[in-house]
């Protein structure tokens, strides 16, 4: 048989892949054969034994096996199919929100079942919500897996098994055809003692059998170093690439906008803090120079981000350039729109909206008006960068809590300046603190200035740790804060990879404290909630209407409701540090003492204590951060998703962080001997992105 290249082989060539599939994959930027294999796993699950049923602890993800004693379609608020399952040592209930009738027929009574979740507790006793699972053949004895289960990223309609089952066909052929192709030269892989690339792939996706369950950060793994390495270094590689094609081009050199900016701030209801005004005066510096600007703008949660954008805006403005500004949230977004309405329509500024959402009439009138140049400061989604928007004369783009975006979203608009070929200035805001030396190395040394003082008048959030068990004192807490005419939020904080199932669980804990809070109105927000909806009851909230608002990570960034002194955040033992902060800073916006309650889950891991305890301990973001980049054990849940910087497929900025000398190195090495390895490296690793570069 003749060796293939993995590269120009189609997913079609795997079972089982049609068009349909091969579609979804897309969505996830997969392609080939190859593209499937640095589809890297997020962590990994022990199945390789089997639990007694009894043996199954709330919060624990355990496997199970037992016979289906019942199923059946159940109606409550929701319809659920619920299925009974027996060992010989106790029962358990699965229970699905979704379910294909080929599923409801398959999960019949008798069958025997092998699945895997997490246990909670649920209307009838102990319950697991989708789990996934097999039914078996009878008479046949199905062996346990040897290694530990890998978990990748998917996409809705995608489902985890059939992920693992394509990957291990890959991994398959691999172990049959060429290897993978190694774009770094020799002298890289010598000079850093890189693992191989082909060696590292199989041992990333099959953890060997005595590998621990933490794999993905063990210090045994030398093929997730290679593999972080080599992602690093493409993104370093990109980062340098798209500066350097930056600085070549053109912008508009802005003028002080001395007047309107007089009047805006004399509009004002406060004055602006010293270091507001340092960092406004450093951005100004910058707009007033024909090198498009490229800054990062660091301030705490809380520090008044919004205004100096809000300055930097009023530049363009008054040298007759149009402003986007773009945030990762519709709420976020909405709320933007709302503040720069308030703000800039009385000084006869005209500010537009556009979302996904956005009806096709009111559309049409935006892109009309944006054109015409009538519109001279457009807030919104991601929507502001697609291929149909076009601006009179883009001269500055604003990026808030940009984390959330991917590179190539903050690159792609970088090519809609308009006229005379000019390129806009760009200011990218996030609340994230990290290291300077951190971001510099992951942003290829981006100008970068730093709000380092809060708004005077704060009273410091007063947190406390509260173990789940004292559940009934936090609604009491709840109670007496709104009675007192405060409002609270509740957050969930479920980690699944769907969006579906955090929704469910916020709807259950809405339900039930609203049965507990009788007297108060509880409302609820979720990212599947539609955009009317979710204006709706954050109006709500805004207005007093509604006293405690449910709401999962949705309104992590950027809400701000004053009189918000309350929040109580279930399992925050769950979230990374740095998520926490963001959540936090949601109250203690106002003039009252606000309260922070961490209601965690009882037993709590050493490094979980560490962690809740820092947080008790400290409102600084700077310090936060850098406790977290410590503590951020191998036990991390998230894994490697929360950098807070940017998403990496298997790169965690903190783990990685002594690597980040080298990856400079190397990138230099590349860059000048080696040219012609660096886009090869890009597209396999930043992918899509990197048309944005090119262009
Ligand atoms: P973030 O940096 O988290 O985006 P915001 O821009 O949302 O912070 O500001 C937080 C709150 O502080 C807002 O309610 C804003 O009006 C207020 N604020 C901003 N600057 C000042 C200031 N100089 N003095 C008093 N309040 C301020
Ligand atoms: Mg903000």
């Known amino acids: 048989m003749t060796k293939q290249s993995l590269?120009?082989?189609?997913?079609?060539?795997?079972?089982?892949v049609g068009p349909a599939m091969e579609r979804k994959f897309r969505q996830l930027g997969i392609s080939s054969i190859e593209d499937l294999l640095f589809h890297l796993p997020l962590r990994y699950e022990d199945r390789t034994r089997i639990t007694a049923i009894r043996q199954a602890r709330l919060g624990e993800f355990v496997q199970l096996e037992?016979?289906?004693?019942s199923a059946s379609v159940q109606f409550g608020r929701r319809r659920s199919l619920q299925c009974v399952v027996v060992d010989s040592?106790?029962?358990?209930?699965?229970?699905f929100f979704h379910f294909s009738s080929a599923q409801k027929n398959a999960l019949a009574e008798g069958s025997r079942i092998r699945c895997y979740g997490e246990v909670r507790r649920g209307r009838s006793g102990l319950e697991i919500y989708h789990p996934e699972y097999s039914i078996l053949k009878t008479g046949h004895e199905e062996p346990v897996s040897d290694t530990f289960t890998a978990i990748y990223p998917t996409t809705e309609g995608l489902q985890q098994g059939r992920m693992r089952s394509l990957i291990n066909q890959a991994l398959n052929l691999l172990d049959q055809a060429e290897n993978v192709k190694d774009c770094l030269p020799d002298e890289v892989i010598k000079q850093f003692k890189l693992f191989g690339l082909t060696e590292s792939i199989k041992l990333i996706h099959r953890p060997p059998l005595d590998s621990p369950l933490e794999w993905m950060d063990a210090d045994a793994n030398p093929g997730a170093k290679r593999l972080a390495f080599e992602e690093l270094l493409a993104h370093r590689l990109c980062m340098r690439r798209f500066k350097a094609n930056y600085a070549q081009r053109r912008a508009p050199a802005l003028t002080e906008g001395g007047k309107l900016i007089k009047r805006f701030e004399g509009e004002l209801a406060f004055k602006l803090t010293a270091s507001q005004r340092q960092v406004s005066a450093e951005i100004g510096a910058d707009l007033m120079t024909s090198t498009p600007m490229l800054r990062l703008l660091q301030g705490d949660v809380g520090s008044g981000k919004t205004l100096v954008a809000a300055l930097s805006s009023l530049r363009s403005i008054a040298s007759g350039f149009q402003v986007a500004l773009m945030a990762p949230t519709e709420i976020l977004a909405e709320q933007h729109c709302a503040n720069f309405r308030a703000w800039f329509e009385p000084l006869g500024i005209k500010v537009g909206w556009l979302s996904g959402k956005t009806r096709a009439a009111e559309r049409k009138q935006v892109l009309q008006q944006l054109l015409s140049?009538?519109?001279?400061?457009?807030?919104?989604?991601?929507?502001l960068f697609q291929d149909q928007v076009h601006y009179k004369s883009l001269g500055l783009i604003i990026v808030d809590e940009q984390h959330r975006f991917g590179v190539h979203q903050r690159l792609s608009l970088r090519d809609k300046g308009g006229a005379d070929n000019l390129s806009p200035h760009q200011l990218v805001m996030t609340a994230t603190p990290i290291p300077r030396t951190l971001a510099m190395s992951a942003y290829a040394d981006l100008e970068c200035s730093v709000i380092n003082e809060l708004p005077p008048g704060r009273t410091p959030v007063n947190t406390a740790l509260i173990s789940n068990s004292r559940r009934a004192e936090v609604t009491d807490r709840i109670l007496e804060a709104c009675n007192s005419g405060q409002q609270a939020y509740w957050v969930?904080?479920?980690?699944?990879e769907s969006e579906q199932l955090q929704a469910q669980a916020a709807e259950a804990t809405k339900r039930s404290l609203q049965s507990k809070l009788q007297n108060l109105k509880v409302g609820m927000i979720h990212g599947r909630m539609k955009a009317a909806q979710k204006q709706e009851i954050m109006d709500g909230f805004k207005r007093g209407a509604i006293h405690l608002l449910v709401?999962?990570?949705?309104?992590?960034?950027g809400v701000d409701v004053p009189n918000a002194s309350l929040m109580v955040i279930e399992n925050p033992e769950r979230l990374g540090l740095a998520q926490l902060h963001q959540l936090r800073g949601r109250v203690g916006r106002g003039s009252t003492q606000s309260h922070c309650i961490l209601l965690y889950q009882t037993p709590l891991s050493e490094n979980g204590k560490k962690r809740l305890t820092v947080m008790r301990e400290s409102t600084d973001g700077f310090?936060?951060?850098?406790?977290d980049l410590e503590l951020r054990g191998p036990g991390q849940v998230l894994g490697t998703q929360q950098t807070g910087l940017m998403t990496f497929r298997i790169a965690d900025i903190g783990r990685d962080s002594s690597m980040l000398e080298d990856v400079k190195l190397a990138s230099e090495t590349l860059s000048t001997k080696y040219p012609e390895s660096v886009g090869p490296l890009i597209s396999r690793w930043v992918g899509e992105r990197v048309q944005f570069v090119n262009v």
């Open 492 to 496: 969930c904080t479920l980690i699944e």
């Open 623 to 627: 310090f936060i951060a850098e406790q």
């Open 66 to 69: 037992g016979k289906i004693g």
């Open 373 to 383: 140049g009538e519109c001279q400061l457009l807030v919104g989604t991601h929507a």
């Open 551 to 557: 709401a999962t990570t949705v309104i992590e960034v």
């Open 89 to 95: 040592t106790g029962i358990i209930h699965l229970r």
């Open 7 to 16: 590269e120009s082989l189609p997913l079609t060539r795997l079972k089982g």
